[in-house]
C-alpha cells in the first residue's frame, strides 16, 4: 500500500465517515482498507434494497477477523458502518476511488473477494450485487469478463459490475471467485495462478498480520493452484568451499593430536612439563569446536524459517502464513536427530520433533495480535536442532535464527545475545515494503552489535537480503527497490563494499521450491549466488583467520616442545650442570613462585570486595535520577498509531519503547560508571601489580638461562604475552555481549504480559474522558500515557528486576577478577613446572649410565623431527587455505 497516496480529500472522507477529526498521521493502511472494506460490503448489503438476517451476520463475520470483541479496532469499524450509511459512500464511487487509490493490486483483489463472500450470505449472488462489484473492480484495474455467472438475483449483479469496473481489476479474477462461492462453472488454470499468486499472505504484511490471515483464509476457498509437475531430481545444496575448509580443518585436528602424543610420550619420559598437556588439549579444544557461527536477523514474517529451509535444503523449520518464530534457535551437526530444549532456570530436556514444531513458535492468536510479549513470557532460553544430514551444518555452521523482533519488549538483549562471537549475520528485510522505520533501527542496532561500538562504521561482516522479489510486479519496481536499498545502506555506511557481495535479492520460497522441484530457474541462481557469497565470506575472510590462529597456536606450543627439548638434551650431554647451591635457589625460587600466587589472589580478592562496594553506591545512586531521565526521553517518543482508534497498540509501543530505554539507560551505566570509571582504574593498577610480579619471574628465568646456558625466558615470555594480551579487554566480558549487554539482558525477565496487561488498565484509568467524539487533545493524550507507563514501568522494574541486574553486576565483577587470576596462576604454575623438570633432568643425568643417556637422545631426536614435521604441515595447510 502507498500511503503516500492518501490526500487532504481522503482525510476528510475519513473524518466524515467517523465523525472524528483526524489527522494524517491517524490514516493508517489498516484504517484505509477497513474503510473501504465496510464500504464494498454495505454497498453488497444495501444495492437490492433489502438486508437479510443472513446479511447481517456475515457482515458481523468479516469483519470480526479484523479486529477483537471491544477492541480500538472494532470500535473504529462501527463507527464507518454508521459513517458509510448515513452519507452512502457505498453510492459515490468518486468517494471509493479516493478510499482504494493507495490499494496494491493484491489489496484491491481481496477487496474484491469479501465483496463475492457477502453477495452469496443469502445463498446466491443477486445480479445487482454482482454489478456493483464488476463496476468497482473495472475502476480499480480489475477486468470484467470474469463477471458472467448463472442464476443470481440482477441487483446484485449490477452492484457487483460497477465495484469490478471502479477497482480496474481483471475480470477473470472475479470469475474465479464467483465460481469459488457459487460451486458453479469450471476454473481458468492461468487466471487461478494469477489469483494465487496476488493473495499470497507474504503481499499483506504491511498491513497486520490478521489480513494475513485473511488472504491466507481467503486462498483456502480456492481449489490448490496446480503443481508443476518435473521429472528431475531434487538439486543438492552444495557447499564445495566449505567442505574443502573442514578438511583443513580436520587436518588441524590431525596436528593437534601427533603433537599432544607426543608430549605423553616425553612427559612419561619426564621430558617435558605436564603444563605442556594442559596447554595443547586447551588448542585441541578450540579447534575441535571451532564452528562458522551465522546469524538470522529480522521482523515478523520476513521469510527468515523459509530462507533457513533453503539453505539446509530441508524444510525443518516450521513455516505458516503469519508470524511463527517463537524461540532462538540453534541448528546444528549432530551424529543423530534429536532436539533439545533449554530454559531460563538452567534446565534443559530433549523433546520429541513434533515437540519442537510447537515450542519453537508462538501461538496464532498471539501473532494475529502482535502479542510479541508472549516471547518475553516465554520460559524458554533457547532450541538446539541437531541434524546429521543438514548441508550447511554438517559443513562446520551453526546457524542461530531469532525470533521475530518487529517490537520485541527484549530486543536489544536478543541480539545482543544471538550476536555475541558472530561471524556472519544475515539481516532480512521483505522487497514490497523495504525497511521501514523501525526495521532501520533495527538494522542500525545490529551493525552496532557486530562492532561492538557506537561508533558509525561498517559492519565487515553484515548481509542485507532482500527476500520476495517475485511479489514485484515490474522491473521498474525491482530497479526502485534496489536503488533505494544501496543508496541507505551506503548513506548509513552499514556495510563493508568489497569483492564479496553483502546485499542479495532472493524468494527464499521459489528458491526452496525450486531446489526441491530440481529447477534451475533465476530464483534458483539468485538464491545460489547469495549462498556462495556467504560461502566464500565464510572461508576466504573468517575461515583464513580462524586457521592462522589455530596454526599460531600449535606453533607456540611446538616451540616450547622443542626448547624443553634441546635443553633436556643439553643436561644428558652434561652441558647443563648445576650446582647444590644452584638446586637450592631452584627449590626457593619455587617456594617464591607458590608465595607470588597466593599474594596475587589475596590482592585480587581484596580489589574485588572493593569493586563491588562501589559497584554497588554507584549503582544506587544512578537509580535516584532513572525515572526522570527516562520520561525526558520520552517527549522525543512518537508513534503512528493513534490513541482514538489503535490505543492497545499504542500502549504496547510504548511500553516496548520504554523498556528500550530502560535497557540504554542500564547499558550506559555498566558502560561509562562500571567499566571505565570502577574497574578499569582498580583493573589498571591489579595489572601493574601482577605484571610488575611476573616481571620478577621472567627476570629469574632471565639469571638462570645466562647461569646454564639455556633459554627458559623465551618459554615464559610467550606465556606472558598471553597475559598481556587478556589484560587489553575485561576477562572476556567487554568482547561480545559487553559489560552494559550483559546487565540490560539480565531484564530478560523484567518484560511480559503482565507489564502490557496492567499498563493498559492503567492508561485507560489516566486518560479516562479523553476520548470524546469532539476535538480531542491527541498531544496531551500521548503525554498521559507516555508518563503512565513510565511510571508504572519503574514501580515494576524496582519490584522485580533492579536485584536481579546488581546480581548480574556482581557476576561481571567476580568473572572479571577469576579470569585475572587464572591469567596469572597459569604463567606462575607454568615457572614451577618449569623449575621442577630442571631439577628431574639433573637427578636423572647423575643417576643414567652412558647407554641410558644415548637411548634418551635417540628418543628426543626422533620426537623432535616429528615435531619438526607438524610445524611444515603446518605451513602447508597455512598456504593451501589461503588460495580457498
Given at each position: 500500500?502507498d500511503?503516500s497516496?492518501?490526500t487532504?480529500?481522503?482525510?476528510?472522507?475519513?473524518?466524515?465517515i467517523?465523525?472524528?477529526?483526524?489527522?494524517q498521521?491517524?490514516?493508517?493502511?489498516q484504517?484505509?482498507?477497513?474503510?473501504?472494506?465496510?464500504?464494498?460490503?454495505?454497498?453488497?448489503?444495501?444495492v437490492?434494497?433489502?438486508v437479510s438476517?443472513?446479511?447481517?451476520q456475515?457482515?458481523?463475520?468479516?469483519?470480526?477477523?479484523?479486529?477483537?470483541s471491544?477492541?480500538?479496532?472494532?470500535k473504529l469499524?462501527?463507527?464507518?458502518?454508521?459513517?458509510?450509511?448515513?452519507?452512502?459512500?457505498?453510492?459515490k464511487?468518486?468517494d471509493?476511488?479516493?478510499?482504494?487509490?493507495?490499494?496494491s493490486?493484491s489489496?484491491?483483489?481481496?477487496l474484491?473477494?469479501?465483496?463475492?463472500e457477502?453477495?452469496?450470505?443469502?445463498?446466491e449472488?443477486?445480479?445487482?450485487?454482482?454489478?456493483?462489484l464488476?463496476?468497482?473492480?473495472?475502476?480499480?484495474?480489475?477486468?470484467?469478463?470474469?463477471?458472467?455467472?448463472r442464476?443470481?438475483?440482477?441487483?446484485e449483479?449490477?452492484?457487483l459490475?460497477?465495484?469490478?469496473?471502479?477497482?480496474?481489476?481483471?475480470?477473470?479474477?472475479?470469475?474465479?471467485?464467483?465460481?469459488?462461492?457459487?460451486?458453479?462453472?469450471?476454473?481458468?488454470?492461468?487466471?487461478l495462478?494469477?489469483?494465487h499468486f496476488?493473495?499470497?499472505?507474504?503481499r499483506?504484511?504491511?498491513l497486520?498480520t490478521?489480513?494475513?490471515?485473511?488472504?491466507?483464509?481467503?486462498l483456502?476457498?480456492?481449489?490448490a493452484?496446480?503443481?508443476?509437475?518435473?521429472?528431475?531430481?531434487?538439486t543438492?545444496v552444495?557447499?564445495?568451499?566449505?567442505?574443502?575448509?573442514?578438511?583443513?580443518r580436520?587436518?588441524?585436528?590431525?596436528?593437534?593430536?601427533l603433537?599432544?602424543?607426543?608430549?605423553?610420550?616425553?612427559?612419561?619420559?619426564?621430558f617435558?612439563?605436564?603444563?605442556?598437556i594442559?596447554d595443547?588439549?586447551?588448542?585441541?579444544?578450540?579447534i575441535?569446536?571451532?564452528r562458522?557461527r551465522?546469524?538470522?536477523?529480522?521482523?515478523?514474517?520476513q521469510?527468515k524459517?523459509?530462507?533457513?529451509?533453503?539453505?539446509?535444503?530441508e524444510?525443518?523449520?516450521?513455516v505458516?502464513?503469519?508470524?511463527?518464530s517463537?524461540a532462538?534457535?540453534?541448528?546444528?551437526?549432530?551424529?543423530q536427530?534429536r532436539?533439545?530444549?533449554?530454559?531460563k532456570?538452567g534446565?534443559?530436556?530433549?523433546?520429541a520433533?513434533?515437540?519442537?514444531?510447537?515450542?519453537?513458535?508462538i501461538?496464532?492468536?498471539?501473532a494475529?495480535e502482535?502479542r510479541?510479549d508472549?516471547?518475553?513470557?516465554?520460559?524458554?532460553?533457547e532450541?538446539?536442532?541437531?541434524?546429521?544430514?543438514?548441508?550447511?551444518c554438517?559443513?562446520?555452521?551453526?546457524?542461530?535464527?531469532s525470533?521475530?523482533?518487529?517490537?520485541?519488549?527484549q530486543?536489544?538483549?536478543?541480539?545482543?545475545?544471538?550476536l555475541?562471537?558472530?561471524?556472519?549475520?544475515?539481516?532480512?528485510?521483505?522487497?514490497?515494503?523495504?525497511?521501514p522505520?523501525?526495521?532501520?533501527?533495527?538494522l542500525h542496532?545490529?551493525?552496532?552489535?557486530?562492532?561492538?561500538?557506537?561508533?558509525k562504521?561498517?559492519?565487515?561482516?553484515l548481509?542485507?537480503?532482500?527476500?520476495?522479489?517475485?511479489?514485484?510486479?515490474?522491473?521498474?519496481?525491482?530497479?526502485?527497490?534496489?536503488?533505494?536499498?544501496?543508496?541507505?545502506?551506503k548513506?548509513?555506511?552499514?556495510?563493508?563494499?568489497?569483492?564479496?557481495?553483502?546485499?542479495?535479492?532472493?524468494?527464499?520460497?521459489?528458491?526452496?521450491?525450486?531446489?526441491?522441484?530440481?529447477?534451475?530457474?533465476?530464483?534458483?541462481?539468485s538464491?545460489?549466488?547469495f549462498t556462495?557469497?556467504?560461502?566464500?565470506?565464510?572461508?576466504?575472510?573468517r575461515?583464513?583467520?580462524?586457521?592462522?590462529r589455530?596454526?599460531?597456536?600449535?606453533t607456540?606450543v611446538?616451540?616450547?616442545?622443542?626448547?624443553?627439548?634441546?635443553i633436556?638434551?643439553e643436561?644428558?650431554?652434561?652441558?647443563?650442570?648445576?650446582?647444590e647451591?644452584?638446586?637450592?635457589?631452584?627449590?626457593?625460587?619455587?617456594?617464591?613462585?607458590?608465595?607470588?600466587?597466593?599474594?596475587?589472589y589475596?590482592?585480587?580478592?581484596?580489589r574485588?570486595?572493593?569493586?563491588?562496594e562501589?559497584?554497588?553506591?554507584s549503582?544506587?545512586?544512578w537509580?535516584?535520577?532513572?525515572e526522570n531521565?527516562?520520561l525526558?526521553?520520552?517527549?522525543?517518543?512518537?508513534?503512528?498509531?493513534?490513541?482514538?482508534f489503535?490505543?492497545?497498540?499504542?500502549?504496547?509501543y510504548?511500553?516496548?519503547?520504554?523498556?528500550?530505554?530502560?535497557?540504554?539507560?542500564i547499558?550506559?551505566w555498566?558502560?561509562?560508571?562500571?567499566?571505565?570509571?570502577?574497574l578499569?582504574?582498580?583493573?589498571?593498577?591489579?595489572?601493574?601489580?601482577?605484571?610488575y610480579e611476573?616481571?620478577?619471574?621472567?627476570?629469574d628465568?632471565?639469571?638462570?638461562?645466562?647461569?646454564?646456558?639455556?633459554?627458559?625466558?623465551?618459554q615464559?615470555?610467550?606465556?606472558?604475552?598471553g597475559?598481556?594480551?587478556?589484560f587489553?579487554?575485561?576477562?572476556?566480558i567487554?568482547g561480545?555481549?559487553?559489560?552494559?549487554?550483559?546487565?540490560?539482558?539480565?531484564?530478560?525477565f523484567?518484560?511480559?504480559?503482565?507489564?502490557?496487561?496492567?499498563?493498559?488498565?492503567?492508561?485507560?484509568?489516566?486518560?479516562?474522558?479523553?476520548?470524546?467524539?469532539g476535538?480531542l487533545?491527541?498531544?496531551?493524550?500521548h503525554?498521559?500515557?507516555?508518563t503512565?507507563?513510565?511510571?508504572i514501568?519503574?514501580?515494576?522494574?524496582?519490584e522485580?528486576?533492579?536485584?536481579?541486574v546488581?546480581?548480574?553486576?556482581?557476576?561481571?565483577?567476580?568473572?572479571?577478577?577469576k579470569?585475572?587470576?587464572?591469567?596469572?596462576?597459569?604463567?606462575i604454575?607454568e615457572?614451577?613446572s618449569i623449575?621442577?623438570?630442571?631439577?628431574?633432568q639433573?637427578?636423572?643425568?647423575?643417576?643414567?649410565n652412558?647407554?641410558?643417556?644415548?637411548?634418551?637422545?635417540?628418543?628426543?631426536?626422533?620426537?623432535?623431527q616429528?615435531?619438526?614435521?607438524?610445524?611444515?604441515?603446518?605451513?602447508?595447510?597455512?598456504?593451501?587455505s589461503t588460495?580457498?
Amino acid at each position: 500500500m502507498d500511503t503516500s497516496r492518501v490526500t487532504s480529500e481522503t482525510v476528510d472522507l475519513l473524518s466524515r465517515i467517523t465523525g472524528q477529526k483526524l489527522s494524517q498521521r491517524d490514516i493508517t493502511p489498516q484504517v484505509l482498507f477497513l474503510a473501504s472494506l465496510v464500504t464494498v460490503l454495505l454497498g453488497v448489503m444495501l444495492v437490492d434494497g433489502t438486508v437479510s438476517e443472513a446479511e447481517k451476520q456475515r457482515l458481523q463475520t468479516i469483519l470480526s477477523r479484523f479486529s477483537q470483541s471491544n477492541s480500538d479496532v472494532q470500535k473504529l469499524t462501527n463507527l464507518m458502518i454508521k459513517g458509510v450509511k448515513e452519507n452512502q459512500t457505498y453510492k459515490k464511487i468518486q468517494d471509493l476511488l479516493r478510499l482504494t487509490l493507495p490499494l496494491s493490486e493484491s489489496e484491491k483483489i481481496l477487496l474484491i473477494a469479501f465483496g463475492y463472500e457477502m453477495s452469496v450470505a443469502d445463498g446466491e449472488i443477486d445480479v445487482r450485487e454482482k454489478q456493483y462489484l464488476g463496476i468497482v473492480a473495472k475502476n480499480l484495474g480489475v477486468e470484467s469478463e470474469y463477471l458472467e455467472v448463472r442464476d443470481i438475483d440482477i441487483k446484485e449483479k449490477q452492484y457487483l459490475g460497477i465495484v469490478a469496473k471502479n477497482l480496474g481489476v481483471k475480470s477473470e479474477y472475479l470469475e474465479v471467485f464467483e465460481i469459488a462461492f457459487t460451486h458453479q462453472g469450471k476454473f481458468d488454470a492461468n487466471a487461478l495462478n494469477e489469483v494465487h499468486f496476488l493473495l499470497d499472505p507474504s503481499r499483506f504484511q504491511e498491513l497486520d498480520t490478521v489480513f494475513v490471515k485473511a488472504a491466507s483464509d481467503m486462498l483456502a476457498i480456492l481449489p490448490a493452484k496446480p503443481e508443476i509437475k518435473t521429472t528431475q531430481k531434487h538439486t543438492s545444496v552444495s557447499y564445495d568451499e566449505l567442505k574443502k575448509f573442514q578438511v583443513y580443518r580436520q587436518n588441524l585436528d590431525s596436528c593437534c593430536n601427533l603433537v599432544s602424543e607426543i608430549i605423553h610420550e616425553c612427559k612419561d619420559h619426564s621430558f617435558l612439563p605436564s603444563t605442556l598437556i594442559d596447554d595443547i588439549t586447551e588448542v585441541y579444544n578450540k579447534i575441535k569446536n571451532q564452528r562458522f557461527r551465522l546469524a538470522v536477523i529480522g521482523e515478523f514474517s520476513q521469510g527468515k524459517s523459509t530462507l533457513l529451509n533453503a539453505l539446509l535444503g530441508e524444510e525443518i523449520q516450521p513455516v505458516r502464513a503469519i508470524p511463527c518464530s517463537g524461540a532462538v534457535t540453534v541448528l546444528k551437526y549432530g551424529t543423530q536427530k534429536r532436539v533439545i530444549c533449554r530454559y531460563k532456570d538452567g534446565r534443559s530436556e530433549e523433546i520429541a520433533f513434533e515437540e519442537y514444531k510447537v515450542k519453537a513458535t508462538i501461538s496464532k492468536e498471539a501473532a494475529l495480535e502482535h502479542r510479541s510479549d508472549e516471547l518475553a513470557q516465554s520460559n524458554i532460553e533457547e532450541i538446539i536442532f541437531e541434524h546429521p544430514e543438514l548441508a550447511l551444518c554438517k559443513n562446520g555452521v551453526e546457524i542461530v535464527d531469532s525470533p521475530g523482533l518487529n517490537e520485541h519488549p527484549q530486543r536489544t538483549a536478543i541480539t545482543q545475545k544471538i550476536l555475541t562471537d558472530t561471524d556472519a549475520a544475515i539481516f532480512l528485510t521483505n522487497a514490497t515494503r523495504l525497511l521501514p522505520e523501525k526495521e532501520k533501527e533495527l538494522l542500525h542496532d545490529v551493525r552496532y552489535q557486530l562492532n561492538n561500538s557506537y561508533i558509525k562504521e561498517p559492519a565487515d561482516n553484515l548481509f542485507v537480503l532482500v527476500n520476495f522479489m517475485d511479489n514485484l510486479d515490474t522491473q521498474e519496481d525491482v530497479q526502485d527497490v534496489k536503488q533505494r536499498l544501496e543508496s541507505f545502506v551506503k548513506k548509513e555506511n552499514l556495510l563493508v563494499f568489497k569483492e564479496i557481495n553483502r546485499v542479495h535479492y532472493i524468494s527464499a520460497k521459489t528458491a526452496l521450491k525450486s531446489i526441491q522441484n530440481g529447477n534451475n530457474d533465476e530464483y534458483l541462481q539468485s538464491f545460489q549466488m547469495f549462498t556462495q557469497s556467504l560461502e566464500k565470506f565464510l572461508t576466504l575472510e573468517r575461515g583464513t583467520l580462524k586457521i592462522n590462529r589455530a596454526v599460531n597456536d600449535i606453533t607456540q606450543v611446538i616451540t616450547k616442545c622443542l626448547d624443553s627439548l634441546y635443553i633436556v638434551e643439553e643436561s644428558l650431554d652434561g652441558k647443563i650442570k648445576l650446582s647444590e647451591i644452584g638446586k637450592q635457589e631452584i627449590l626457593e625460587k619455587i617456594g617464591e613462585a607458590s608465595g607470588c600466587d597466593v599474594t596475587i589472589y589475596n590482592l585480587v580478592e581484596k580489589r574485588k570486595e572493593l569493586v563491588i562496594e562501589q559497584a554497588q553506591k554507584s549503582w544506587e545512586e544512578w537509580n535516584k535520577g532513572l525515572e526522570n531521565r527516562i520520561l525526558q526521553k520520552s517527549k522525543h517518543w512518537s508513534s503512528k498509531h493513534s490513541p482514538v482508534f489503535s490505543q492497545d497498540k499504542l500502549i504496547k509501543y510504548y511500553t516496548t519503547q520504554f523498556t528500550n530505554e530502560l535497557m540504554r539507560d542500564i547499558d550506559v551505566w555498566g558502560n561509562q560508571e562500571l567499566k571505565e570509571e570502577i574497574l578499569h582504574k582498580h583493573l589498571e593498577s591489579l595489572n601493574a601489580y601482577i605484571t610488575y610480579e611476573l616481571d620478577k619471574v621472567k627476570s629469574d628465568f632471565k639469571r638462570l638461562d645466562q647461569q646454564i646456558k639455556t633459554n627458559f625466558s623465551k618459554q615464559i615470555n610467550i606465556s606472558i604475552a598471553g597475559v598481556n594480551d587478556d589484560f587489553m579487554g575485561f576477562g572476556g566480558i567487554s568482547g561480545g555481549l559487553g559489560i552494559g549487554g550483559a546487565l540490560a539482558a539480565a531484564l530478560i525477565f523484567f518484560t511480559g504480559i503482565g507489564f502490557v496487561a496492567i499498563a493498559v488498565f492503567a492508561v485507560g484509568a489516566a486518560i479516562a474522558g479523553s476520548l470524546g467524539l469532539g476535538m480531542l487533545d491527541i498531544d496531551g493524550i500521548h503525554t498521559k500515557i507516555k508518563t503512565t507507563i513510565c511510571k508504572i514501568g519503574m514501580k515494576k522494574f524496582c519490584e522485580e528486576s533492579k536485584d536481579k541486574v546488581y546480581q548480574t553486576t556482581q557476576e561481571i565483577i567476580n568473572t572479571v577478577f577469576k579470569n585475572r587470576f587464572e591469567s596469572a596462576s597459569r604463567v606462575i604454575t607454568e615457572a614451577i613446572s618449569i623449575y621442577e623438570n630442571i631439577l628431574e633432568q639433573q637427578e636423572k643425568a647423575h643417576q643414567e649410565n652412558l647407554e641410558q643417556r644415548e637411548i634418551e637422545k635417540a628418543f628426543i631426536n626422533q620426537k623432535r623431527q616429528e615435531l619438526e614435521q607438524v610445524q611444515k604441515e603446518l605451513k602447508t595447510i597455512i598456504n593451501k587455505s589461503t588460495t580457498l
